[in-house]
């Protein structure tokens, strides 16, 4: 059995290998597709801001999403950078600039910004618990960390606290159980992500790379049922081998049986 689990640990490790990414990787990604991933940054007043001191740190935010799009990376990292100087409670300058760290190479730093990223998203949270955007970037942010049992709660109730379906929301949930090798509930996401929106091509894509990759873990713990079935025929077989060869060594150093005691004479 202990086996068995061995070999279950193996296999998540090596879908976790496969699925995850760097963040380099990661961000580049997202470099590509920043618009459709994350519309809830386009907001007027982005989740985690302090209006008392957002002008300027909202002015450099701009200018780094903007530079982030055209590819100017170190420019972004700059622009954000600045905004998060200047508002430390800015969670998504934070997260933003978590990326553009990470596409410049800068991976120590990029995981330093999301975490603060997370710490400003978890205190907005702990005000406002349904804040569903806040929900839904910290969820991001999560996984940027690798973290992605909470990224995945982080997603469940953010579409659970949306005024109305969101598409992104759904394709990021599915994202965070495909990184966990829970294919079945990512491909349920991805599924509801496309009726929302059938023309949402990344969702339609991941879709198709789930599919085998259900296909797969049921043929893996099919394998895993037929290897403890087998195990458990051999340790019945072996636990019935030994108990009948202890009968046979039992029966064999039987002590005879003491002679009757003499009787008294009369």
Known sequence: MRALIYALSAFMIFVTALAGCSFRKQAAAENASANSTAAASETPTPVGSAPAEGGDARAHFQRGMEAYRGNRDDEAVEAFKEAARL???FAEAHYRLGLAYAVVGSDEESEKSFEAAAKVYEKVLRGDPKNSDAQFFLGLTYGKLGEYEKSVKMFKESVRNSPAENDDKYY?????HYKMAQYKEA????????????????ASDALEKAKPGLERRKAFLKNLEKQRKEQDRKGTTNMNANANRNGNLNANTRPSAPAPAPTSTP
């Open 187 to 202: 491909i349920a996401a991805f599924n509801k992500a496309l009726e929302i929106n059938p023309d949402y091509f990344p």
């Open 172 to 176: 990021e949930l599915g994202l965070a």
């Open 87 to 89: 508002d430390p409670d």
